[in-house]
C-alpha cells in the first residue's frame, strides 16, 4: 500500500513462514533496480539487483522479480527469519541522461516478524 | 561493519555552528555520494562526486556544502543549518557512474539541530 503521512506500509509475518514485498517504479528508462533492507540506526543494506534484461534472479533465501510492463518490482524471502525484520527499499537508477550516479528510492515497507 | 566509515556518528549542533561531516572509503571507489534521509522516509539524493569533482547537486541549500579532497574521502561542511535540517546523513560509494551497480552506504551521522 502507499503510505501516508509519517506511518511507512508495513508487512508483519510468522518466523518461517514467506514473505513478499512489492513495489512500484516510476520510469520506464530506468534499466536497474536494487532492493536494500536497513536496519535500526543502520545506513542501507544491499540484498540483490537486477537488469531490465532479466524478470527474475534469485540470492540465497531472496527472490527478485521484475514486471516492467506494469512496472512492478517485488523481493521474495523464503523462510522469513527475525534478523530478516527491517525496512526494504527498492530504487531505481532512472538512467537521466545516461548517468548512472541517481538511485531513485521507493517509499519503503517496514517488515515485522513474528517469532 | 560496513566498509563506508562515517564521523561522528551522532552530532548536535546549535543554529549558528560550523561543523562536517567526513565519509571514507578505501575500496578504490571514484563515486561518491551524499544522502539525507528523514525518519521513515527513503534516503533523497543531495550531491554526487566523480573523481573528486562535483557531478550532481540536487539544488540543496548553500548551507551544505560538499568537499571531495581525495579519491578516499567526502565531506560535508555545514554552517548556519536550520532545525528542518536534523535528519541521517548518509555516504555512498561505487567504482564509477558509467554502469550501473550497487551503492554501498555507510550507517550515517545522526545529526539533531538546535
Known amino acids: 500500500g502507499e503510505s501516508v503521512g509519517l506511518h511507512l506500509p508495513t508487512l508483519s509475518v510468522q518466523e518461517g513462514d514467506n514473505s513478499i514485498i512489492n513495489c512500484a517504479y516510476s520510469n520506464s528508462a530506468s534499466d536497474y533496480f536494487i532492493w536494500y533492507k536497513q536496519e535500526s540506526g543502520k545506513g542501507p543494506q544491499f540484498i540483490i539487483d537486477?537488469?531490465?534484461?532479466?524478470d527474475k534472479r534469485q540470492g540465497q533465501r531472496v527472490t527478485v522479480l521484475l514486471n516492467k510492463t506494469v512496472k512492478h518490482l517485488s523481493l521474495q524471502i523464503a523462510a522469513t527469519q527475525p534478523g530478516d525484520s527491517a525496512v526494504y527499499f527498492c530504487?531505481?537508477?532512472?538512467?537521466?541522461?545516461?548517468?548512472?550516479?541517481?538511485?531513485?528510492f521507493g517509499k519503503g515497507t517496514k517488515l515485522s516478524v513474528k517469532p | 561493519d560496513t566498509e563506508v566509515t562515517q564521523t561522528p556518528k551522532h552530532l548536535v549542533m546549535g543554529m549558528t555552528n560550523k561543523k562536517s561531516l567526513k565519509c571514507e572509503q578505501h575500496m578504490g571507489h571514484r563515486a561518491m555520494y551524499w544522502y539525507k534521509q528523514k525518519a521513515k522516509k527513503p534516503p533523497e539524493l543531495m550531491f554526487v562526486?566523480?573523481?573528486?569533482?562535483?557531478?550532481i547537486n540536487e539544488s540543496v541549500p548553500s548551507r551544505f556544502s560538499p568537499e571531495c579532497p581525495n579519491s578516499s574521502l567526502l565531506n560535508l561542511h555545514l554552517h548556519a543549518l536550520q532545525p528542518e535540517d536534523s535528519a541521517l546523513y548518509l555516504c555512498?560509494?561505487?567504482?564509477?557512474?558509467?554502469?550501473?551497480?550497487?551503492?554501498?552506504f555507510g550507517d550515517g551521522t545522526r545529526l539533531s539541530i538546535l
Open positions: 555512498a560509494s561505487t567504482k564509477n557512474l558509467r554502469t550501473a551497480q550497487p551503492q554501498h
Open positions: 537486477i537488469r531490465s534484461n532479466m
Open positions: 562526486y566523480s573523481y573528486e569533482k562535483l557531478s
Open positions: 530504487a531505481e537508477n532512472g538512467n537521466y541522461g545516461g548517468s548512472q550516479g541517481n538511485l531513485i
